[in-house]
């Protein structure tokens, strides 16, 4: 079992960055593959940003692209999201998820409950 527990939503202004943290918890979180998801109100979730357990390979979903970058430290048990030049369109709530495999679909073992984005224009 793994635990996820995200942070470091908020309000912020369009053009603006947060940097998403999720700290995992329980089973050898550096043996994971871990995902980025968002979810807008009325909307499915959508495919962020996912990275190999070591950090060699990521991937993003066409709205991250050069904008977004994800990274983790296993030192810490923790993946981060950077969000730069925020538009009011990423406001949703963005979740992280653990599996052993590297997915960009929803197909993952594990999610956190999730961190609240809203971007003002």
């Known amino acids: 079992q793994v635990q996820l527990v995200e942070s470091g939503g908020g309000l912020v202004q369009a053009g603006g960055s947060l940097r998403l943290s999720c700290v995992a918890s329980?089973?050898?979180?550096?043996?994971?593959?871990m995902g980025w998801f968002r979810q807008a109100p009325g909307k499915e979730r959508e495919f962020v940003a996912a990275?190999?357990?070591?950090?060699?390979?990521?991937y993003y979903g066409d709205s991250a692209k050069g904008r977004f970058t994800i990274s983790r430290d296993n030192a810490k048990n923790t993946v981060y999201l950077q969000m730069n030049s925020l538009k009011p369109e990423d406001t949703a709530a963005y979740y992280c998820?653990?599996?052993?495999?590297?997915?960009?679909?929803?197909?993952?073992?594990?999610w956190g409950q999730g961190t609240q984005v809203i971007v003002s224009s």
């Open positions: 329980g089973r050898a979180f550096s043996s994971y593959s």
């Open positions: 990275i190999s357990w070591s950090g060699g390979s990521t």
């Open positions: 998820a653990a599996d052993n495999r590297i997915l960009t679909s929803k197909e993952y073992a594990y």
